[in-house]
């Protein structure tokens, strides 16, 4: 099969080429904005992979890139929810026009199906009640989540429109090997890989804030699943299903290093919402049990991979 990844060279990218890579019937095709940001892909020496540089803007020649693709992942962002409330309306033109300018040319170009990675933590928005079902009214409270219902939307309209199939996955807060552990998304990453060096960890608010956490693996797993399913449903949730706390996810790290941490607390932010996890019920009824692993052995995983990677 042949399959286009836009924003390929990210932590969800990078996970779900080595996945795919590993069907050499596969024709796999990577695009982001900078060749050495596939260097750990490149470095693994994959047979059934090209890379494509592009600047993934509104403007690039989509067609070009599309032309004899039959399924097209769709994981570009170019922000990140704790400063989408910044810059609005220019995120809303790089990723809600963007998205709609890669529709119309999967249109033109015949393409398959497009797979899309919204977001479980920020869609559904705050006056709601968790575990959180596909059928949640979506109210989010930052511009990233407003963009990511607003390209779904997209989506349900053009294949209204033209027919064109799509997956649409709220995935919750992935975690684990590739993904930057000092960047400002991945709290069990960050805080793992700050325990590791020894370094101080802040949290924001008091760590009462619940979120859903998914190893990579179990994620990437699930992904090609729904991606590869058919039945009437085309959006799904995916999480482990239950919320931990920041101080649980704290606690764990520690018990997993077997090592204390530094950690120091300030101000919460407005757009983090208290209690966010999922209902992976529908997901589970058409694609069996997830069986995710626990946090605690997905932070020793997650640890191994940075002692080895970063030499720790």
Do not use: W
């Amino acid at each position: 099969m042949k399959i286009l990844l836009l924003g390929a060279a990210g932590f969800i990218g990078t996970n779900l080429t080595i996945e795919l890579a590993k069907n050499a019937e596969n024709e796999i095709t990577l695009v982001d904005r900078c060749r050495d940001f596939f260097n750990p892909i490149v470095n693994i020496n994959l047979k059934n992979i090209r890379i494509v540089e592009s600047g993934l803007t509104v403007d690039m020649d989509f067609d070009s890139i599309l032309k004899n693709q039959e399924v097209v992942y769709h994981l570009v962002s170019t922000t990140v929810p704790t400063t989408s409330n910044q810059h609005i309306s220019q995120e809303l033109v790089s990723n809600v026009v963007f998205s709609a300018n890669l529709f119309e040319a999967c249109i033109r170009c015949g393409v398959k199906k497009v797979v899309f990675i919204s977001s479980g933590g920020t869609v559904y928005g705050k006056e709601v009640d968790c575990p959180l079902k596909e059928k949640t009214a979506t109210n989010p409270i930052s511009s990233y989540g407003v963009q990511k219902v607003t390209i779904e939307k997209l989506l349900y309209l053009y294949r209204y429109m033209y027919g064109l199939d799509y997956r649409i996955i709220r995935l919750a807060n992935p975690y684990g090997p590739y993904q930057r552990p000092n960047g400002v998304l991945g709290a069990v990453t960050t805080f793992t890989y700050k325990a590791l060096k020894g370094d101080e960890i802040t949290v924001y608010g008091d760590g009462s804030v619940v979120r859903d956490f998914i190893y990579i693996d179990d994620a990437i797993r699930a992904i090609m699943k729904i991606a590869k399913g058919e039945n009437k449903h085309r959006t799904f949730n995916l999480g482990c299903g239950y919320g931990t706390s920041i101080k649980q996810v704290l606690e764990t790290i520690e018990k997993a290093l077997g090592k204390s941490m530094n950690v120091s607390y300030i101000e919460g932010r407005k757009v983090d919402v208290p209690v966010n996890y999922l209902d992976i019920s529908r997901y589970e009824k058409y694609y069996g049990a997830l069986n995710p692993i626990s946090l605690e052995e997905g932070v020793k995983k997650t640890a191994d991979f940075m002692k080895h990677e970063y030499n720790l």
